[in-house]
Structure formats: structure tokens, C-alpha cells
């Protein structure tokens, strides 16, 4: 089916009596046509605010010495990382990620090797024990998240995750396991009910790097994939 | 929280076969745009000194209307740019990427702000203001001010004539004859520059739309 020129559709929208009897009929036939005289309808709504106010001249300054001064960790790596050439088919977020992590590469590796005997964080209870742990954060700030840790008993490994303060953004909370690569990242699971979720998972992804505890917020879209809205992350140490 | 843009969905094209000026309508400033996008995210400093000065106004003016408070505004404005940069890497560079972006952060730091403020204003105030209502009032209410500013900043980026026509229009209520006579354009003329303006503030709200979803 074909449509009518936008442009005479915004002329409807704005005028109901200027527009061609034709482009009327057709709208009136078209629920795509008459969808977007409503979004033009709308956009007119939206017309009349007031003049945007500038932040007081001081306030440049201030941010740029308190963004550049604080410029640390993402400035190595992810300047020599960005413009178009980078990885094919890494994800720029995620990439953002391996920016990150880069200067923390090292730190934990090997931490939760098979041979390590494992530490207990936590007084064990039962045969269970707490071989790893990590607050959970936002990410653009230290607001806490909750907390995640790696428990261990018998022969299984499972992820603990409770959170908090995810927020309110519509959609189910997805936990990920982030390698510390940036570049892999597997779903573990839900956090079904509430903010509190176990999840089993083999021993070898931990071995593998996959220590960064990521939760998304995933809209329902059919989209298997990650949202690319982190609510909280955390690394297992 | 952190937004982290995936590549930008395809906001709607217009198009079809019976369109035939179609891509008069992508101009030069969603490149403008997406370049800066681009340099930010490459660490460059004089990108965000001009993302400040293109859209610092936009987050004030949207704090300061969430907050009703000068001084929390400014706080917020400055978090946001700061906040914008710490965590550029995460910036998927398209054309409507900056703002969207850095309106998914003021909104944080809003709601940030707010939860400071009912801590001080202690438990009893906040179990008497039903927080689960209020804040989906709020919400929407703070999603209504982001989008009228928006197009509000759309109009203002605009060339002229189209931006005079479009204020002329749109904020003082002038009929498009009035207008014709005040510009010195043809009827005809002012009349497409009113309905491409008014695709174009579309274009521009959709693409924030999607990009802050």
C-alpha cells in the first residue's frame, strides 16, 4: 500500500481544512498514515516552552576541571581503542567494558583456579563456602547495588546475587557473567522473584574469566540479547 | 545507572514510493552530531567542552524544572557533564545519541537528588507522600519537560528563515498568511518551511525517544 508524502501529512496535522480531500480520505483508511498525524499532532503540543536557561557561566569550568582531573582509568586504553576501525563485532559498550577492566586485568586472574584452595569469606555453612564476593554498583557512580558472591559446595558452583535500589525501569532483571576480557558475556538467569537470585554455574566459566556480575534491565521485545542497560555490576574477588 | 546505547534502532524513515524528496530531511546536523559523538568517546577533550556548551542549557533547564531548585540545578548540571565523561566510552555515537544520553543521566542524578532529599526529609514524609504514586507522577511528568525541551532545543538549532517561521508559527500563534507577509516569502513557501520543521522536530524527539529507551 502506498502512503502519503509526510510532508502533506504534517500539513493535515496542522491544518485539518488545508489538506487535499484525497490526503484526508487516505489517512482516514491508513493507521500508518494517521499514526504519524498523531506524532505530528503531538510534536506541535510540545511547541511553546520557554527559552532553555544556560547554566551559570562559572559551571564550565568546574566541570571540566573536575572531569579532567579525575580522568584516569578509561583515558589508556579507550583512546587508543575508539574510531571506527575498532574490533568488528565487539559491541562498543562492551568494548567500554574491556576499557575498563583493562588496568584491573591481572589483579583477580587465577584467584579461583582449580588448584587454589578456595578462601572462606564468609564462615561456611554446611559444606558451602564463599570462594568469592563483590559489591554490586552502579556504574556511573559508587551508589551501592547489593552484593554478589561465588559459593561453592560438594561439587556445585553457584552465583549468589542480592541486590537493591535496581530502580523501577520497566522490564525483567537479567544476571550476566561478564569475562574479564570484555569481549564474552553469558546470561546465568532471571532474578525472578524480588531482588535475590542463585544460580548454578559450571566452575570452568569462573576459571575462564567470567567474573564480572552484570544485571540488565530487559525490555520485552524478543531480543535474546543484552538490553545494554546495566543497573549494577560487580567483579568476584 | 548506567544507559549504555546499543547501535541506534532505526528511527522512521520517511519514505516510500511516493516520496521523493525523501532524504532532504537527514541533514548536515544529525553529522554534526554523530562526529561528536565520535570525538567524545575517543577522549577528546575539546568534544566534551562542546557538548557542554550544545546542550548544558538542555540539562539545566530540564533539573531545574524536575527540581525547582537553583542550586540543586546546577548541581545536577555539573554531575551529569562530569558523569557524561567518566563514562563515555559506554556512548554509542548516532545522530540522536548526545542528548538522549545525557538526558538518561539527568534523569538519574534527578532521581538521585530526589532520594537525597526524602532521606533528609526523614521517614515519616516519605511514608505520608505515597512514594509508588508520586514517583510515577513524577516520571511522567519529568518525561513530558524532557521532551518539550527537546523540541524546544530542535527548533532553536533550526536554519532561518526556518527557526523565525517556526516561532513565528508555533510559539506566537501567527497564521501562515500573517507570517508570509512578516518574512517576505511566498505562502507556499512558508507553509512547506512550517510542515519540514515540524518533521524535523519530529525526527528529533523520536530519536531521543529511542535512544533513551
Not at chain 1, 578509561?74 to 565487539?90: C, K, L, Q
Not at chain 2, 545525557?102 to 532520594?115: F, N, S, Y
Request: with cysteine; charged share 25%.
Amino acid at each position: 500500500m502506498s502512503h502519503v508524502d509526510p510532508e502533506q501529512l504534517a500539513g493535515l496535522a496542522l491544518d485539518p481544512t488545508d489538506a487535499p480531500a484525497e490526503v484526508r480520505e487516505h489517512v482516514e483508511t491508513c493507521p500508518e498514515c494517521a499514526g504519524l498525524v498523531a506524532a505530528f499532532t503531538g510534536v506541535r503540543r510540545r511547541a511553546g516552552e520557554d527559552a532553555l536557561v544556560a547554566p551559570p557561566a562559572g559551571l564550565r569550568a568546574l566541570v571540566l576541571d573536575q572531569a579532567l582531573a579525575g580522568d584516569d582509568a578509561p583515558s589508556g586504553p579507550a583512546a587508543v581503542d575508539t574510531g571506527p576501525r575498532r574490533r568488528s563485532g565487539v559491541p562498543l559498550w562492551l568494548a567500554g567494558v574491556a576499557a575498563g577492566l583493562a588496568l584491573l586485568a591481572g589483579i583477580g586472574l587465577g584467584r579461583l583456579g582449580a588448584d587454589d584452595t578456595p578462601e572462606a569469606v564468609d564462615p561456611p555453612t554446611g559444606d558451602s563456602t564463599v570462594v568469592a564476593a563483590t559489591a554490586l554498583t552502579a556504574l556511573d557512580s559508587d551508589a551501592a547495588r547489593g552484593e554478589a558472591s561465588a559459593v561453592e559446595s560438594d561439587d556445585t558452583f553457584t552465583i549468589r546475587v542480592s541486590a537493591s535500589e535496581l530502580g523501577d525501569e520497566p522490564g525483567v532483571h537479567e544476571v550476566w557473567l561478564i569475562n574479564v576480557d570484555g569481549k564474552r558475556m553469558i546470561s546465568i538467569g532471571l532474578l525472578a522473584s524480588g531482588d535475590e537470585g542463585e544460580f548454578a554455574v559450571p566452575v570452568d566459566l569462573i576459571d575462564e574469566g567470567y567474573r564480572i556480575v552484570d544485571i540488565s534491565v530487559e525490555p520485552d521485545d524478543g531480543d535474546p540479547t543484552h538490553s545494554g542497560v546495566s543497573i549494577a555490576r560487580g567483579e568476584l574477588t | 545507572m548506567t544507559i549504555i546505547p546499543l547501535p541506534a534502532r532505526a528511527a522512521r524513515l520517511y519514505g516510500g514510493p511516493v516520496v521523493t524528496e525523501a532524504t532532504a530531511f537527514q541533514d548536515e546536523q544529525d553529522d554534526s552530531v554523530h562526529t561528536l559523538a565520535t570525538r567524545l568517546v575517543a577522549g577528546e577533550e575539546t568534544a566534551l567542552e562542546e557538548v557542554f556548551d550544545r546542550w548544558s542549557p538542555l540539562v539545566h533547564t530540564y533539573a531545574l524544572r524536575a527540581l525547582r531548585d537553583a542550586h540543586e540545578a546546577e548541581e545536577v548540571t555539573q554531575q551529569v557533564f562530569v558523569a557524561a565523561w567518566r563514562s563515555r566510552h559506554t556512548l554509542t555515537p548516532s545522530p540522536a545519541a548526545l542528548p538522549a544520553w545525557l538526558i538518561g543521566i539527568a534523569r538519574h542524578k534527578v532521581a538521585d537528588a530526589r532520594a537525597a532529599r526524602a532521606r533528609e526529609a526523614g521517614r515519616l514524609a516519605a511514608v505520608v507522600s505515597l512514594p509508588g504514586v508520586t514517583d510515577h507522577a513524577l516520571q511522567s511528568a519529568d518525561e513530558e519537560i524532557a521532551e518539550r525541551l527537546v523540541v524546544r532545543q530542535a527548533v532553536e538549532e533550526l536554519p532561518d528563515p526556518r527557526r523565525t517561521i517556526m516561532f513565528l508559527a508555533f510559539w506566537e500563534g501567527h497564521s501562515h498568511a500573517e507570517i508570509a507577509e512578516k518574512v517576505g516569502l511566498p505562502l507556499g513557501t512558508v507553509k512547506s518551511h512550517v510542515r519540514r520543521g515540524l518533521m524535523k522536530l519530529h525526527q528529533q524527539l523520536e530519536g531521543v525517544r529511542h535512544e533513551s529507551r
